[in-house]
Nanobody, 118 residues
Framework: QVQLVESGGGLVQAGGSLRLSCAPS????????MGWFRQAPGKERDFVAR????????DYADFVKGRFTISRDNDKNTAYLQMNSLKPEDTAVYYC???????????WGQGTQVTVSS
């Protein structure tokens, strides 16, 4: 079963930046879409952003528009989430996901902690 390898979380001050990355453990894995959700303590998991693999179409949650940018590197089979102008309310565990091309099967990463201090 494919696993998603995530990296890039950490602690940053408000106004700072972090970049998350996510890649399937199998380089031959084909995705139709990749993206991130996040979950803060005591809250539900919320959609953050996604990108389609073939056309590069992007979608964002309203609360990150203008601050976060999702992108992909087809050669590396990796998705990135550039997070700028971070706010304390962005503090959460960020979960990468991918959908296998031609299916409705979703795979999730283990999650990476992002903490923004005020």
């Amino acid at each position: 079963q494919v696993q998603l390898v995530e990296s890039g979380g950490g602690l940053v001050q408000a106004g700072g930046s972090l970049r998350l990355s996510c890649a399937p453990s199998e380089r031959t894995f084909s995705s139709s879409v990749m993206g991130w959700f996040r979950q803060a303590p005591g809250k539900e998991r919320d959609f953050v952003a996604r990108i389609t693999w073939s056309g590069g179409r992007t979608d964002y949650a309203d609360f990150v528009k203008g601050r976060f940018t999702i992108s992909r590197d087809n050669d590396k089979n990796t998705a990135y989430l550039q997070m700028n102008s971070l706010k304390p309310e962005d503090t959460a565990v960020y979960y990468c996901y991918t959908r296998a091309r031609g299916t409705t099967l979703d795979y999730w990463g283990q999650g990476t902690q992002v903490t923004v201090s005020s």
